[in-house]
């Protein structure tokens, strides 16, 4: 309708994985390396520090992907990326939150929370949550974003955390 203005709300979500062997203080140093995302997210080619103190609120990371594209029989390479700034890390509660502060993916504002927590008996095995709260992403629905994105990164990333851990028993 002319003349009205449409507010979007922010888009929050949450995933959650579980991992049935390692335990959460063998995977929340994984987890807390914040430049080595490019290890575990297999949708990051790249992930390095750009600026700041490794570890330490402040610390700035650059993560880029590469996407292979064809149409009309000519393959176009793209490099989506993101730089991300570290917020908090707490080692005693193993978690930590970043925003993104620069990037080409179209996002306006992104924060997020990635913790570890023992599984329930406090032996075997340990969860991965990963939370988000971010403007909405022009030519995504939110659903799209929080499975393929997040719920599938989050998945990917915990299967190559438990084999890498469990390979070096």
């Not at 996002?107 to 988000?132: H, Q, R, T």
């Given at each position: ?8 709300t ?22 807390e ?29 650059y ?69 988000f ?16 994105t ?20």
């Amino acid at each position: 309708m002319a003349g009205e203005t449409v507010t979007q709300t922010k888009w929050e979500g949450k995933a959650c994985v579980e991992l049935a062997i390692p335990t959460a203080q063998e995977v929340w140093p994984l987890v807390e390396d914040f430049c080595n995302l490019h290890k575990w997210l297999p949708y990051v080619d790249t992930c390095y520090q750009v600026d700041g103190i490794l570890g330490q609120p402040g610390l700035v990371r650059y993560c880029a992907s590469t996407i292979t594209s064809s149409s009309n029989g000519n393959e176009e390479t793209m490099i989506r990326w993101a730089k991300e700034k570290l917020l908090m890390i707490d080692p005693i509660k193993r978690c930590l939150s970043y925003e993104v502060i620069d990037n080409n993916i179209g996002m306006k504002f992104y924060v997020a929370k990635l913790i570890v927590l023992p599984n329930d008996d406090g032996k075997n095995g340990c969860k991965i949550e990963w939370s988000f709260v971010c403007d909405p992403i022009e030519g995504l629905r939110f659903e799209d974003f929080l499975l393929n994105t997040i719920e599938t990164g989050l998945q990917s990333m915990a299967k190559k955390m438990e084999d890498a851990l469990l390979s070096t028993r």
